[in-house]
C-alpha cells in the first residue's frame, strides 16, 4: 500500500514538473502594475474604438465649421473642332478647324439654412463631449480590467508559493514519521498518512501552478504581449488604507466617468433633438462665377453671373416629422439612461464598499487564524514527538494553517479588486 501511494505521489509530481516546465522554457517578460496599465491602454481594442470616436467626433466639428464657409470650384477646358465641306467655287474639298480655350470661377454660400448649422455646431460639439466622455471612462474600465487580471495572477503566485511551503511541511513531517516507524514508536498508518499528505500537496501545487499559467496568459493578452507575463510584486499594494465612505459617495455621484459619459451623452441626445427643427425652416443661397472663353487663349471675352435662391418645403411626406420623433426618442432614452446611470452607481459603490469591508475583516481574521495555526502546529507537532498526539492531530493542524494561508491570499485579492472597482467608480486611485 505505501509503495503504491508513493509511486503516485512520484507521477504526480513528474507531471507537474512536465507542465510547469514546459511554459517555463520560454522566455516571459516580468511587468509592474502602473506598466501593464499603460500597455493595456495602449492595445486593447476597446481603447483604439474609443480613440478613434474622438477623432471621428473632432472631424466632425471641422465640418460644420466648415459649412460656414463658401464653396469654390474652379474649371478650365480647351477643344479643337475640324469639319470637311466641298467648295462649289473650286470643286475642292476644303478642311477647316476651330479653337476654343474657356476657364471658369465660381463660388456659392449658403447664407441662411433654417438654423441647421448652428444647431449641428451644438450637435457636433456634445458628440466631442461625450466621445471624450466615452475615452475617459473606458480607460477607467480597461485600467480595472487589468488590475483584475494582475491582482489576480499575484494571488496565483501567492497561492504557489503557499503550496511549496506545504509540500515541506508534508515533506518534514513523513521524514519524521519514518524515523519514528523505524524507532518503533510509530505505525505504518503514521507514514501512509504523511504520505498522503504529501500527494495531496503536491496536487495542490499542480492545480496553483495550473491556475498561475492561466492567470499570467490572461494578462499577456490584456497588455498585448505574446506568452505569459510575470507580475512584480509591490509593496504599496499590500497596504490595506482607510477610505472616507462618505466623501467617496459624493465623488462617485459627482464625478463618476460612468455619470459623466452618459450625461454627454443626453446633451448630445438633445442637441440632435433641437437640430431637428431647422427642417421646417427655409433655406437661401447665394452664388457667384466668372468665366472666360473664346478661340484664342489670350483673347478669351469674360461674363460672370450672380444668383440669389431660396427654397422652401412646406411638405416632404412628413419626413421631417419622423425625424422629429426619432430624435425625441433618443432623447428621452438618454435621459433615462443618465438618471440609471446615477443610480447603477450608488448600487455598485454600496456594493463593492461592503466588499472591501468583508474583504477587510476576512484577512484580519485569516492572519489571526494563521498565527494560532501556526502554534497549534508546533505544539502538535511537539506532542507527536513525545508520543502524546496522533498523526491525525498533526495532519489537522497542517491543513488548518495550510488554509489560513490560503484564506489570506484569496482576502487579499478581494480586498485589492473591490479597491480596484470603487477606483474606476470614482475616477481616481483610492
Known sequence: ???????????????????????AAAQTRSVTLDEAIRMAVQVQPAMVQARGQVTSAAASKRRVIGSWLPNISLSSGASKNSSTRYDQATQRTVTASSKSYSAGLSASLVVFDGLSRLYDGRAAGADATAADASLVNQRFQTTLQTKQAFFNALAAEELVRVSETRIERASGQLKIAKEKLAAGTATRSDTLSSTVEVANARLQM??????????????????????RVNTVREERLLVISEIDTTTVREEALTQSPAIYQADAQAAAA???????????????SASYSRSWSGQEYNELDPSWSVRLSASWPLFNGFTRELNRTR?????????????????????QLTQHLASLTSAQTRLEIALVSRAASEEDLRVQQERYRLGAATIVEVLASQVNLDQAEVDIVQARLDYLVAKAQIEALIGREL
Open 1 to 23: 500500500m505505501e509503495a503504491k501511494v508513493l509511486n503516485r505521489g512520484c507521477g504526480l509530481a513528474a507531471l507537474a514538473v512536465m507542465v510547469i516546465a514546459f511554459p
Open 206 to 227: 499542480l492545480n496553483a501552478e495550473t491556475q498561475l499559467a492561466t492567470a499570467e496568459a490572461e494578462l499577456a493578452r490584456l497588455i498585448g504581449v505574446e506568452g
Open 270 to 284: 438633445d442637441a440632435q433633438y433641437s437640430a431637428s427643427f431647422s427642417q421646417y425652416l427655409p433655406q437661401i
Open 327 to 347: 430624435s425625441a426618442v433618443n432623447r428621452d432614452n438618454a435621459r433615462a439612461q443618465a438618471e440609471d446611470a446615477r443610480r447603477q452607481v450608488n448600487a
